[in-house]
């Protein structure tokens, strides 16, 4: 996913591959500042392992994405994934909203590193994860390369 901060602060979706539209399309931005953006989401069957709670890898995809949103909210760069860590405290059921928030911890020359938490309904932090990026293509040159494509 590509991010655009307007004058206002909030961020905006601009352009999503394939994989990141299919975990993004029931995933909703409810709060948006430069380095930070927190969104909410409801964990679907399609989302589930075999205890009907939310997949690991559903988990670990939206702190992929989550922390990614975050930086691209900072940041003039698109980067690349180098680090990923997840640590998963707790289950979300089939059913249940959950709250996702990224952020940017820092955004350097080369690297950006962010955190992601997801919570719910009543608070208690489910999952944590730690995402460092390379900062490489500028995202001018990536919005001008999508719309010659």
Same mark, same amino acid.
């Given at each position: ?74 940041? @003039?760069?698109?980067? /690349?994934?180098? =680090?990923?860590?997840?640590?998963? +405290? #707790? ?7 959950? !709250? ?13 590193? @962010?955190?992601?938490? /997801?919570?719910? =309904?009543?608070?208690?932090?489910? +999952? #944590? ?7 490489? !293509? ?12």
């Amino acid at each position: 996913a590509v991010v655009s901060t307007q004058s206002t602060g909030a961020a905006t979706v601009m352009v999503a591959d394939g994989f990141s539209l299919k975990t993004m399309s029931h995933l909703r931005i409810t709060d948006a500042t430069p380095g930070m953006v927190k969104f909410t989401l409801t964990v679907e069957k399609g989302d589930s392992n075999i205890y009907n709670t939310m997949h690991g890898g559903m988990g670990a995809s939206l702190v992929d994405l989550c922390s990614s949103v975050a930086i691209l909210s900072k940041c @003039s760069k698109w980067g /690349i994934s180098t =680090d990923m860590s997840v640590s998963y +405290l #707790k289950a979300a059921p089939v059913g249940k909203d959950i !709250t996702i928030v990224g952020q940017c911890d820092r955004g350097g020359k080369t690297l950006a590193f @962010s955190s992601c938490f /997801i919570y719910n =309904d009543k608070g208690d932090l489910l +999952l #944590k994860g730690q995402h460092t990026k390379f900062m490489g !293509t500028p995202l001018v040159d990536l919005e001008l390369e999508q719309e010659l494509d």
